[in-house]
């Protein structure tokens, strides 16, 4: 099975505020780059997306991936388990149920591993990923965050 690393960042000109993600997938001498922005959002909405979109652009089921991420909110809640027993209470009174239900699906379709790497620390592809997330954000024709701006900020 394919060896894949993937890092993530999401980043938020406050918030919320208008957000990004930037991944970088690097698989042998292969390394694709992604990244999106949205008109209004949060950190974490964007931090966990980035791992959403990373894992959705895997080709082959099964693969052993790594994802460094520089959130504690994603490392945590899927290495000590949160987000398991969040799933079991069908995430009530739970942040970003829609995201975390998609990550779901993506993450047990392979062996994923997660490894939390400290932002702003001069780890070359976590700063590259922040730059794609802030240019992300900073550019033009935001998306809309859906969810985040119909359901779960009317919830705040």
């Known amino acids: 099975m394919p060896q894949i690393t993937i ?6 000109s406050g918030n919320p505020g208008p957000g990004g ?12 780059e992604l990244s ?15 791992v ?6 895997l080709r082959v089921e099964g693969s052993d991936v790594t994802v460094y991420s520089d959130s504690r ?3 945590d809640a899927v290495e000590k388990g949160w987000v398991f027993t ?19 699906v993506l993450y047990r379709r392979h062996r994923v591993r997660f ?9 070359p592809e976590n700063e590259r990923c922040d730059q794609l997330a802030v240019a992300a954000y900073k550019g033009a024709n935001l998306q809309i965050d ?8 009317l919830e705040e």
Do not use: C
């Open 36 to 50: 999106e922005g949205f008109r209004l959002t949060t950190n974490n909405r964007m931090e966990l997306l980035a």
């Open 86 to 104: 969040w799933e079991r209470n069908r995430f009530k009174k739970k942040k970003n149920p829609d995201l975390w239900r998609q990550f779901l």
């Open 146 to 153: 859906e969810y985040y701006e119909t359901v779960e900020r």
């Open 73 to 75: 909110y994603v490392v």
């Open 115 to 123: 490894v939390w790497v400290k932002g702003h620390a001069a780890v």
């Open 7 to 12: 890092y993530t960042d999401g980043a938020a």
């Open 21 to 32: 993600y930037g991944v970088v997938l690097i698989s042998g001498p292969h390394r694709k």
């Open 52 to 57: 959403i979109i990373g894992l959705a652009a």
